[in-house]
């Protein structure tokens, strides 16, 4: 780890364990041109990620069963998967869900490196394949963008300059406002949109800033978001192993490497005792995020297939067979290896599979609404003019389901009555919603224990019981038995 004190002793570039590619000799950041890239995967990814933008943004406007597939509304703790509602009330659902969630990325992880990152990461496909492209297309390809960086400024440079951010702002708020109705809903976004702004406050607040977020990682922060920010990077290394198929470079095929010319043009290279890399350096040009492949597996590497892309096209060009950068584990690289299934894998299948069962259950068994019965806040007991003791008690009910349900409530135990307040017998709930009613609870002097006295109620739905809530009756000392 370098000190400010050692800024002045610029490290050599060529040792890249010491600093990360993005900064220069003396940590300044060193930006990043990758050259365009085309190729087999390139385009398999550009098909991908085209299905993914479309999930993506059209995601808060598909509803199951009226409900969005997915919304993270926070601010009302109402959390929508596939169009199933997840209340705060359901918090283990939701913790075996993570547990399900962060499982299933160390398998993943284990097995197949980090192909998230480079084929369905909203950060990788936003950068690469929306962000990148524009940057291409107005500014051209990289040795373009840096003629155009290194000239003065002139009105080609502003026109260009000032174009490429106003469309990259365009986006950024466009994303900004998707990531919102992943919050808060599209209804709710619509009416930030088309209220008056002093309605909203908080709601453009929250807009304008997704926005320059946004637009600060895709014109600005870029890649550092990937090796700086992201923790997946980070611990990946403490997943992957001999056998997990990470994008790797067959240095058995390729060392020594040496340039493509003269009398190393030919098959003469093996006999010359030359590996097949040409020295092209054409991985590394590629790379979004500034490291050379050559150098094994790297944290920065987000596994893009770039550089598999641009060595298969060399390869083609010297009538070589493609693959010296290619998908591979490093006994594979190294032995010949097959993708093996190991103990270790198998291991954390086993746990997969038990938290998945184990979801499955939480979910099926799942109850249609959930009762919170809490006393009433700074209340004690009444005596009523019959003799009889009251409590009263907030009822909190949520309804899980998208149908009404009719409640009713039943005092199982001790004998006594109990009252939802405001004349009603039951409470009809309406689908999906919470609601909030005072229930008072009446015993007999008998039923009284010292103190307080434990009270058993039953909440029901039609014959279905929902429920069993079971709470304290605080009464007077003097009626102890
Ligand atoms: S090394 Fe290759 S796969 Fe990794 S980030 Fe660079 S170009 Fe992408
Ligand atoms: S593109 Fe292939 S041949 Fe060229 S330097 Fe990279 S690994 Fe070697």
């Not at 993570?98 to 990152?117: K, Q």
């Not at 098959?267 to 094994?296: F, H, K, W």
């Not at 979910?363 to 009251?390: C, K, V, W």
Request: charged share 20%; aromatic share 12%.
């Amino acid at each position: 780890m370098r000190t400010p004190a050692d800024r002045q002793t610029p490290v050599p570039p060529e040792d890249f364990r010491d600093h990360i590619a993005t900064t220069d000799e003396v940590g300044r950041r060193k930006w990043i041109y990758p050259r365009k890239v085309h190729g087999h995967y390139f385009r398999l990814r550009t098909w991908f990620s085209w299905l993914l933008l479309v999930i993506m943004f059209a995601g808060p406007f598909i509803t199951i069963h009226g409900n969005p597939l997915l919304m993270m509304n926070i601010v009302e703790r109402k959390f929508v998967v596939l169009g199933q509602i997840f209340w705060p009330q359901d918090m283990i659902i939701f913790a075996v869900s993570i547990l399900v969630f962060f499982t299933g990325v160390i398998i993943f992880t284990a097995a197949f490196g980090r192909l998230w990152c480079g084929w369905a990461c909203p950060q990788t496909v936003m950068m690469e394949m929306v962000f990148r492209k524009i940057e291409y297309f107005v500014e051209g390809d990289a040795h373009e963008q840096r003629l155009l960086a290194a000239a003065p400024w002139s009105g080609k440079k502003i026109f260009k300059r000032g174009f490429k951010y106003a469309v990259f702002f365009a986006l950024s708020f466009l994303v900004g406002n998707v990531l919102l109705s992943y919050i808060i809903g599209w209804r709710a976004l619509w009416a930030i949109i088309v209220d008056p702004p002093a309605q909203h406050l908080v709601g453009l607040t929250f807009m304008t800033l997704f926005s320059l977020l946004f637009f600060g990682i895709f014109a600005r922060f870029r890649e550092q978001a990937c090796t700086f920010v992201c923790p997946y990077g980070r611990f990946q290394s403490a997943l992957l192993d001999e056998n997990s198929i990470v994008v790797a470079y067959d240095h058995k095929r390729g060392e020594p490497r040496a340039p493509f010319k003269g009398e190393l043009k030919s098959e003469a290279r093996a006999t010359a005792g030359y590996g097949e890399c040409i020295a092209c350096n054409q991985c590394a040009a590629v790379c979004p995020t500034g490291i050379d492949i050559r150098n094994g597996t790297q944290m920065e590497c987000v596994h893009c297939t770039a550089c598999m892309d641009a060595c298969d096209n060399v390869m083609t060009k010297i009538g070589r067979p493609a693959g010296l950068v290619r998908y591979a584990s490093l006994n594979n690289i190294e032995r010949g290896e097959p993708i093996r299934f190991t103990p270790r894998l198998k291991g954390y299948c086993v746990v997969l599979g038990v938290l998945i069962t184990l979801l499955g259950l939480l979910i099926f068994n799942r109850s249609d609404a959930e009762a919170t019965l809490l006393r009433a806040p700074g209340s004690l007991f009444q005596q009523m003019p019959d003799g009889h003791y009251s409590n009263l008690y907030t009822l909190r009910l949520v309804n899980k389901t998208s149908r009404e349900l009719p409640v009713e409530l039943r005092l199982e135990s001790p004998a006594g009555s109990i009252t939802i307040m405001g004349g009603q017998d039951s409470i009809t709930l309406p689908a999906q919603k919470l609601t909030e009613n005072s229930v008072l609870v009446e015993l007999d002097p008998a039923a009284l224990k010292s103190g307080t006295t434990p009270v058993v109620i039953g909440v029901y739905c039609g014959d279905v019981k929902l429920q069993t809530l079971k709470t304290a009756f605080v009464g007077p000392r003097t009626q102890a038995h």
